[in-house]
């Protein structure tokens, strides 16, 4: 079972790191040949050498995914190192804070720039290689932030989470004919580097309101993109499939007693 990314060129967008990064691990655990993509390039090539030190074959990339050249470049790459594209993983995102009454419209059009247009612009970097190549995989990084839920300072976060799922569900019926599909995990609190930048209480506090009172790995994440990666997969398109540790199902902090 979900053997099938054996010998497959991915790319995962923000992978330097965090949840990308476990994305990366996991599927070049299973055989992938993946591209690692970060703005950091020196970043970017530890991830590359680590996976190729265990056994995996990785390589390395700089790019900004809100930039349309970068991301030409990025597809030209990949297809260049991995043999064309199987696979893309537009998981790149940030998540800076801003309350709505002091946000900028700079710091809204960042947010949306990495996170919505940067996942547009990915999909539509790889797709020439892709339908080339006969079939695709896409898998997005959406967020239970936005869709699900909402938290105070990511107004611009959470809009640019939920456009990611609306994105999704055109470009699901445009590429149908193509045998590539678009599929979206959605991560509730996962440990990663971006997510201790929040701090100690953030990290505790949001722990205790999980049901599973822990917080989720990237490894928990990449599964489930393995998953919609696979041969298994292939009939499902324009979904999305929430980890989240049961975060989202408590009506209210009462149903978290006396469990
Ligand atoms: P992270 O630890 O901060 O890692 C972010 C990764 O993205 C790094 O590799 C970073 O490298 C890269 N990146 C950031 N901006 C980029 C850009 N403009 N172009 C290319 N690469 C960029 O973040 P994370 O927690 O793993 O989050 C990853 C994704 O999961 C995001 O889409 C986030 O919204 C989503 N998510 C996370 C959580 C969570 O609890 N952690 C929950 C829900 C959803 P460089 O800085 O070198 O570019």
Same mark, same amino acid.
């Given at each position: 079972m979900l053997t099938s990314i054996d010998g497959k060129s991915v790319i995962v967008t $923000?992978?330097?790191?965090?949840i990308g990064k476990g994305i990366a691990r996991v599927f070049a655990e299973k055989g992938a040949k993946v591209l690692i993509v970060a703005r950091n390039f020196d970043q970017a090539q530890a991830t590359a050498s680590e996976i190729n030190a265990s056994g995996g074959t990785a390589s390395a990339f700089s790019a900004d995914v809100s930039s349309w050249n970068d991301m030409q470049r990025m597809a030209e790459a990949a297809a260049e190192c991995h043999? $064309?594209?199987?696979v893309l993983c537009c998981n790149a995102g940030i998540f800076p804070d801003a309350k709505l009454s002091e946000m900028t419209p700079e710091q809204w059009d960042e947010v949306m720039g990495v996170n919505l247009k940067g996942t547009f612009l990915g999909v539509r970097s790889c797709l020439p290689k892709m339908k080339e190549c006969g079939e695709g995989r896409i898998i997005v990084t959406s967020s239970i932030t936005g869709p699900i839920t909402g938290y105070p300072g990511w107004c611009h976060y959470g809009a640019s989470k939920s456009g990611q799922l609306g994105f999704l569900k055109t470009a699901a019926i445009e590429l149908s004919p193509h045998n590539i599909t678009i599929n979206a995990v959605m991560p509730g609190n996962i440990a990663t580097e971006g997510l201790d930048d929040l701090g100690a209480d953030y990290l505790q506090k949001m722990t205790e309101s999980i049901p599973m009172k822990k917080l989720g790995t990237a490894e928990d994440v990449a599964y489930a993109a393995l998953f919609f990666a696979?041969?298994?997969?292939?009939?499902?398109?324009g979904q999305a499939l929430v980890i989240d540790g049961g975060q989202v199902l408590p009506e209210s902090l009462m149903a978290l007693e006396d469990i």
């Amino acid at each position: 079972m979900l053997t099938s990314i054996d010998g497959k060129s991915v790319i995962v967008t $923000g992978s330097s790191k965090g949840i990308g990064k476990g994305i990366a691990r996991v599927f070049a655990e299973k055989g992938a040949k993946v591209l690692i993509v970060a703005r950091n390039f020196d970043q970017a090539q530890a991830t590359a050498s680590e996976i190729n030190a265990s056994g995996g074959t990785a390589s390395a990339f700089s790019a900004d995914v809100s930039s349309w050249n970068d991301m030409q470049r990025m597809a030209e790459a990949a297809a260049e190192c991995h043999g $064309g594209i199987d696979v893309l993983c537009c998981n790149a995102g940030i998540f800076p804070d801003a309350k709505l009454s002091e946000m900028t419209p700079e710091q809204w059009d960042e947010v949306m720039g990495v996170n919505l247009k940067g996942t547009f612009l990915g999909v539509r970097s790889c797709l020439p290689k892709m339908k080339e190549c006969g079939e695709g995989r896409i898998i997005v990084t959406s967020s239970i932030t936005g869709p699900i839920t909402g938290y105070p300072g990511w107004c611009h976060y959470g809009a640019s989470k939920s456009g990611q799922l609306g994105f999704l569900k055109t470009a699901a019926i445009e590429l149908s004919p193509h045998n590539i599909t678009i599929n979206a995990v959605m991560p509730g609190n996962i440990a990663t580097e971006g997510l201790d930048d929040l701090g100690a209480d953030y990290l505790q506090k949001m722990t205790e309101s999980i049901p599973m009172k822990k917080l989720g790995t990237a490894e928990d994440v990449a599964y489930a993109a393995l998953f919609f990666a696979s041969k298994e997969a292939a009939y499902i398109t324009g979904q999305a499939l929430v980890i989240d540790g049961g975060q989202v199902l408590p009506e209210s902090l009462m149903a978290l007693e006396d469990i």
